[in-house]
């Protein structure tokens, strides 16, 4: 079965410090991979996706993220965090059931930026 | 404006009562989906829909029900066979599941809060 692990619950950063949040899948096939943001009491606003193609996925608000099939991994990076990306952040991998596609999500990592 | 709008923001019932979450979208997506949030849990799929008339269980529909009977909206009934019904609920729309896209985006609202006295 698939599933999507994010290792850090919560992650404390400075503004204008360089971020990486992490994310682990587990998927047999070809993984479809996204990134969402949460503001506190809000739904979710997607960040960017990887599907094929260059393994390295431009996105929002000046975020990033690597895909490594070898690592099991798609980590979301920014250069240097703004007070405004505090927040929860979600990674989430697509997948295909019979007819139907759904999305896994990991447990979130929660942001917070620190003046 | 397109976009999926929820409501209400908040909503209280108490215990034993059934209650029902509305879900609209003018995106004129054909998927709708909804999902409980609870804290340190994630995203949980409750139902999707893939069109009118016709609609999926999730990984936890137990104790929900739901329709669809039309494009635009998809409400959730929240019964009294749900033991734990306090949580954040969010809906969802993509364009299409047909054709096997998994890369369609989905679309989320702003989200219910629902609380159980």
């Known amino acids: 079965a698939q599933s999507v692990t994010q290792p850090d619950i919560h992650i404390t950063v400075s503004e204008g410090a360089s971020l990486e949040l992490r994310c682990n899948y587990s998927?047999?096939?070809?993984?479809?991979l996204f990134w969402y943001v949460q503001s506190p009491g809000q739904g979710l606003q997607l960040l960017l996706k990887?599907?094929?193609?260059?393994?390295l996925v431009q996105g929002i608000k000046g975020f990033e993220a690597e895909f490594k099939r070898s690592q099991s991994s798609f980590n979301l990076r920014k250069p240097s965090v703004h007070w405004s990306d505090a927040a929860e952040y979600f990674c989430?991998?697509?997948?295909?059931?019979?007819?139907?596609?759904?999305?896994?999500f990991g447990t979130g990592t929660r942001l917070q930026v620190t003046l | 404006d397109g976009g999926i709008t929820q409501s209400p923001k908040y909503l209280f019932r108490k215990e034993g009562q059934n209650v029902t979450l509305s879900c609209e979208q003018n995106?004129?997506?054909?998927?709708m989906y909804w999902y409980r949030q609870d804290p340190g849990q994630g995203l949980r799929l409750i139902y999707y829909?893939?069109?009118?008339?016709?609609?999926q269980k999730g990984d936890i529909a137990e104790g929900y029900s739901v329709s669809r009977e039309k494009k635009e909206s998809f409400p959730l009934t929240v019964t009294s066979a749900q033991k734990n019904p306090t949580a954040f609920y969010l809906c969802?729309?993509?364009?299409?599941?047909?054709?096997?896209?998994?890369?369609?985006?989905?679309?989320f609202g702003p989200g219910t809060r629902l609380t159980v006295l």
């Open positions: 829909s893939q069109i009118v008339n016709d609609f």
């Open positions: 998927y047999g096939a070809t993984p479809y």
């Open positions: 989430a991998v697509g997948r295909v059931t019979g007819t139907a596609s759904k999305l896994t």
């Open positions: 990887y599907f094929s193609g260059d393994t």
């Open positions: 995106l004129n997506h054909d998927a």
């Open positions: 969802a729309s993509s364009m299409s599941l047909r054709g096997h896209r998994p890369t369609d985006t989905q679309y």
